[in-house]
């Protein structure tokens, strides 16, 4: 199993900046794609971004242009740099991580972080 913890969650302004990080633990396994996720009350989480474990990146729209993911493969960490925040960003950030075992093609999984709380002040 692969163990995800977040940081850099907290309050912004309209029009600021935030930084989130996901560390993955669980070294003996191979992390492939790695993303974000939200979920703002009362709706289901969404596909922020992800990134591939070769640097290919997917964005959702209503973040394309403001949000850039990034990782760091030989720390298992990945980063969601936020700019030009909006009140609508507000929510529970997640971090995602799709791994396999290097030796056993058959043992794959994904893995969910606790979330991290964004709060967008207007």
């Known amino acids: 199993q692969v163990q995800l913890v977040e940081s850099g969650g907290g309050l912004a302004q309209s029009g600021g900046s935030l930084r989130l990080s996901c560390a993955a633990s669980?070294?003996?396994?191979?992390?492939?794609?790695m993303g974000w996720y939200r979920q703002a009350p009362g709706k289901q989480r969404e596909l922020v971004a992800t990134i591939a474990s070769g640097g290919s990146t997917n964005y959702a729209d209503s973040v394309k242009g403001r949000f850039t993911i990034s990782r760091d493969n030989a720390k298992n960490t990945v980063y969601l740099q936020m700019n030009s925040l909006r009140p609508e960003d507000t929510a529970v950030y997640y971090c995602?991580?799709?791994?396999?075992?290097?030796?056993?093609?058959?043992?794959?999984?994904?893995?969910w972080g606790p979330g991290t709380q964004v709060t967008v002040s207007s």
């Open positions: 995602n991580a799709a791994w396999r075992h290097p030796m056993i093609a058959a043992l794959t999984g994904t893995s």
């Open positions: 669980g070294t003996i396994f191979s992390i492939t794609t």
